[in-house]
């Protein structure tokens, strides 16, 4: 689990799939639609202040389970009878570290597992039936619950993202699509498939569910390394065991597996992938789950990684037995809905207005979307409130293209170059000149009006979390900090200054080391931070 900022976004949408509903569309799709214009005057924000304020809840909870250190807490003694785990937690209930966190649950997270636990009921069923088509269990899908509390909008410091905490290279290389338009890694149903996969490949590759749920978390190279290096005092091996090896190819003997040489990580590596199923009547402690607790009480993993799987399987424990530990059952269902699918830019508010709904519901159902709209010209799946389906196609394939979405329209001041608009409303430069084929983009006169190609504008949390290329100031040197730079103009206050850039005025005071007391002057340049 990784820390997260306080001010990500936690919009929760994730449902049984519905058959998609193509509207009728024309056979010609124009390089460019149609526009409906807004004025910049209000920027249409991303993220209601409902859900940023869920969102601060989130980050502290999920900071506070990552910043605990493990001890011995008073909790009910285990009892399994009458409850069914697919992970193995009886084996491993009583040990000292989920001891710990089913203490924390308890006590000081109670608020955070709560919430949680009510969000998880919309996601659980979706979850455990994409983990079984992989042949994985489905309490393993309660990482997603010690990730990211079901939050599909949360970004960790290391700009991994959504409810599976993805970041932007091993979710592009698990197909999801990342950049300035769409962040996959939110979308709950496709991450979640994205996340059976890659823990599907992890279990393949070391035959065992919870040394893929460490490599999950810390990297399989670093859990490839770690065993390579950890030393087996007392190996289980059988004769059968020995067969096998020699059958499979596998360059083991008893006599190296007893060593107290640590072996070779790229031999492990070779090795590792070897599931216990496939070894009969013998358990190789190199991949049994047991050596996940063996290794975790070695320096040889990071604090997180040790404490990782204790805390999957105390969620699992209360998760499937609320009461016992003093929590009150979760409600609520599954949520379904239907889609529509498109062809080109089209708002959310649009679609919204279409289904009889509101913008954040739709927005809801699809946070991938970063600019509540569908990328132009590129084909596009978006959900609707179940039941709408069939309305909103019928609605959707009447609507004039000009109608479909509606841009922003921007006027230029003084001084600004293409440069620092696109900055401002987090876009490439190129595509705001493509926009505006009629206009001199590159040194826009003042008084001219632009079209924005976004019906809103994300934040610099999202972009910069979605590696999107901005264009805008560039740091001078190695490790800096990226900041826009704005002239105080004659009438401005910092209020108004802070809501134009969507940072804080107390952002900008300690970005300029400004005292409380000092009011601005026309001409005085401000850091703006990222």
Same mark, same amino acid.
């Given at each position: 689990m990784n820390r997260f900022p306080l001010g990500v976004s936690a919009l929760l949408a994730l449902g049984a799939c519905a058959p998609a509903i193509s509207p009728s569309s024309p056979t010609a799709i124009p390089a460019a639609p149609a526009v409906g214009v807004l004025t910049d005057s209000a920027l249409p924000a991303a993220v209601s202040p409902a859900s940023a304020a869920t969102a601060e809840r989130d980050a502290a909870a999920l900071n506070a389970l990552a910043a605990?250190?493990?001890?011995?807490?008073?909790?009910?003694?285990?009892?399994?009878?009458?409850?069914?785990?697919?992970?193995?937690?009886?084996? *491993?209930?009583t040990h000292p570290r989920v001891? *710990?966190?089913?203490?924390?649950?308890?006590?000081?997270?109670? &608020?955070?597992?709560?919430?949680?636990?009510?969000?998880?009921?919309?996601?659980?069923?979706?979850?455990?039936?994409?983990?079984?088509?992989?042949?994985?269990?489905?309490?393993?899908?309660? %990482?997603?619950?010690?990730?990211s509390g079901y939050s599909n909008e949360a970004v960790s410091r290391a700009n991994a993202v959504g409810m599976w905490?993805?970041?932007?290279?091993?979710?592009?290389?698990?197909?999801?699509?990342?950049?300035?338009?769409?962040?996959?890694?939110?979308?709950?149903i496709r991450a979640t498939d994205a996340a059976? +996969? &890659?823990?599907?490949?992890?279990?393949?590759?070391?035959?065992?569910? *919870?040394?893929?749920?460490?490599?999950?978390?810390?990297?399989?190279?670093?859990?490839?390394?770690?065993?390579?290096?950890?030393?087996?005092?007392?190996?289980?091996?059988?004769?059968?065991?020995?067969?096998?090896?020699?059958?499979?190819g596998a360059d083991l003997d008893e006599e190296s597996l007893d060593s107290t040489e640590s072996v070779d990580a790229d031999t492990l590596e070779a090795n590792v992938p070897i599931a216990p199923a496939a070894i009969p009547n013998a358990?190789?402690?190199?991949?049994?789950?047991?050596?996940?607790?063996?290794?975790?009480?070695?320096?040889?993993?990071?604090?997180?990684?040790?404490?990782?799987?204790?805390?999957?399987?105390?969620?699992?424990?209360?998760?499937?037995?609320?009461?016992?530990?003093?929590?009150a059952p979760p409600s609520g269902h599954s949520l379904s809905y239907d889609s529509l699918v498109v062809h080109d830019a089209t708002g959310l508010d649009v679609i919204a207005r279409l289904a009889g709904?509101?913008?954040?519901?739709?927005?809801?159902?699809?946070?991938?979307?970063?600019?509540?709209?569908?990328?132009?010209r590129a084909r596009a799946v978006i959900r609707l409130p179940a039941g709408t389906g069939e309305m909103v196609a019928l609605k959707y394939s009447a609507l004039p293209r000009s109608a479909r979405v509606r841009y922003l329209l921007h006027t230029v001041r003084r001084r600004e170059t293409l440069s620092t608009i696109a900055s401002r409303y987090?876009?490439?430069?190129?595509?705001?000149?493509?926009?505006?084929?009629?206009?001199?983009?590159?040194r826009p006169r003042a008084g001219t009006r632009l079209i924005i190609p976004a019906a809103g504008v994300p934040s610099m949390l999202a972009m910069r979390a979605a590696g999107a290329h901005i264009s805008g100031p560039r740091p001078r040197?190695?490790?800096?900090?990226? &900041?826009?730079? &704005? +002239?105080?103009?004659?009438?401005?206050?910092?209020?108004?200054?802070?809501?134009? *850039?969507?940072?804080?005025?107390?952002?900008?005071?300690?970005?300029?080391?400004?005292?409380?007391?000092?009011?601005?002057?026309?001409?005085?340049? %401000?850091?703006i931070p990222a």
């Open positions: 605990a250190d493990p001890g011995i807490g008073d909790v009910p003694a285990f009892d399994g009878q009458g409850v069914r785990w697919d992970i193995d937690v009886i084996s *491993y209930a001891q *710990y966190y089913l203490s924390y649950f308890q006590h000081s997270g109670r &608020h955070g597992m709560a919430a949680f636990l009510t969000r998880g009921v919309r996601y659980e069923s979706l979850i455990r039936r994409r983990f079984e088509d992989e042949g994985l269990p489905g309490d393993l899908g309660y %990482l997603a619950l010690i990730e905490q993805f970041m932007r290279a091993t979710g592009r290389g698990y197909g999801l699509r990342v950049d300035s338009w769409v962040d996959e890694r939110r979308d709950p059976a +996969r &890659h823990l599907r490949d992890l279990r393949d590759r070391f035959g065992s569910l *919870y040394l893929a749920a460490a490599a999950y978390n810390a990297g399989a190279g670093k859990v490839s390394r770690s065993l390579g290096k950890l030393q087996w005092e007392e190996p289980v091996i059988t004769d059968t065991l020995t067969e096998d090896l020699h059958t499979l358990t190789p402690v190199a991949t049994s789950d047991a050596a996940f607790f063996r290794l975790a009480g070695t320096e040889l993993l990071a604090t997180e990684t040790q404490d990782y799987v204790p805390k999957l399987i105390a969620a699992a424990i209360i998760a499937k037995n609320p009461a016992r530990y003093g929590f709904t509101s913008a954040a519901q739709v927005r809801e159902l699809n946070p991938q979307f970063l600019r509540l709209a569908t990328p132009p987090h876009l490439p430069a190129s595509e705001i000149r493509a926009a505006n084929p009629r206009v001199d983009a590159s040197g190695p490790g800096r900090t990226t &900041h826009a730079t &704005h +002239r105080v103009r004659r009438g401005e206050t910092l209020t108004a200054i802070a809501r134009r *850039y969507r940072v804080s005025v107390t952002a900008i005071r300690r970005a300029n080391a400004l005292p409380p007391q000092l009011a601005l002057r026309p001409g005085m340049r %401000l850091r």
